[in-house]
C-alpha cells in the first residue's frame, strides 16, 4: 500500500514539473524592449526628373541604373556635342555616367550602379566589327546587372546603337565578341550570354 501511494506521489510530481513546460510553448511577453531592426523599407524606383542644364549642346539621355533588383531607366541632362565627338567618345561619356554615383534624387528613390569604377572600354581590335567594344574584364565576370546597366544604357542612345545592339567582348583573345540588346532577362539580372558573333 504504502509503495503505492509512493508511485501516485512520483506521478503527481511528474505532471507538476510537465505543465510549465506545455504551457510555455507559445511567445512570452517581456518587459525588456527588444531592438529587432529597423522595418523593412520600400523604394519607389519613380525615376526623377533630370535637372535643367542651359548649356546649348546639353541633351537628356536614359541611363540605366539598378533598383529593387533589375536595371531601370533615368533621364540625365548631359552635354553630349553631337556633331562633334566621334562614336567612341560618345560611349566614353555614358559609360562615365554609369560609374559615377546616382545623383542625390537618384538615391533617395532607391537607384544604385552595379558599374565597377575601374571598368576600361576600348574600341575594336583588329579582324574586330567597327563597332565592337571591349572591357578590360570578361562580361560574365562584371558584377550582377553592371552588364545589363552597359547593354541597356548604350543600346537607349541611337546614336551609339541605331540597331539597339552592341557588340562587347572581353579582354583576352579567347573572349569572343557577342551581340547584345536590353532584354528583360538582362534588365533582371538573369543568365543573359548574349548571342555568339
Do not use: H
Not at 54 to 68: G, H, I, K, Y
Not at 91 to 115: I, K
Not at 170 to 187: F, I
Amino acid at each position: 500500500m504504502r509503495a503505492r501511494l509512493r508511485g501516485y506521489g512520483y506521478g503527481l510530481a511528474a505532471a507538476g514539473m510537465l505543465a510549465p513546460l506545455l504551457a510555455g510553448c507559445g511567445i512570452r511577453t517581456t518587459s525588456v524592449p527588444v531592438d529587432a531592426g529597423p522595418a523593412p523599407s520600400r523604394v519607389s524606383c519613380t525615376a526623377p526628373k533630370a535637372p535643367a542644364n542651359s548649356e546649348p549642346d546639353a541633351v537628356t539621355r536614359q541611363v540605366f541604373l539598378v533598383c529593387s533588383m533589375q536595371v531601370a531607366p533615368v533621364s540625365r541632362s548631359m552635354v553630349l556635342r553631337d556633331a562633334r565627338i566621334d562614336w567612341f567618345t560618345r560611349v566614353s561619356e555614358l559609360v562615365a555616367q554609369l560609374q559615377a554615383s546616382p545623383m542625390t534624387d537618384e538615391g533617395r528613390a532607391g537607384f544604385s550602379t552595379a558599374v565597377p569604377s575601374d571598368l576600361r572600354v576600348t574600341g575594336a581590335r583588329a579582324g574586330d566589327p567597327r563597332d565592337a567594344l571591349r572591357l578590360n574584364e570578361a562580361p560574365d565576370a562584371l558584377p550582377p546587372f553592371a552588364l545589363g546597366q552597359l547593354v541597356c544604357t548604350l543600346t537607349a542612345d541611337p546614336v551609339v546603337s541605331p540597331d539597339q545592339q552592341v557588340v562587347i567582348g572581353g579582354p583576352a583573345k579567347n573572349d569572343g565578341l557577342r551581340v547584345y540588346s536590353c532584354t528583360s532577362d538582362l534588365r533582371t539580372g538573369a543568365d543573359d550570354a548574349g548571342t555568339p558573333l
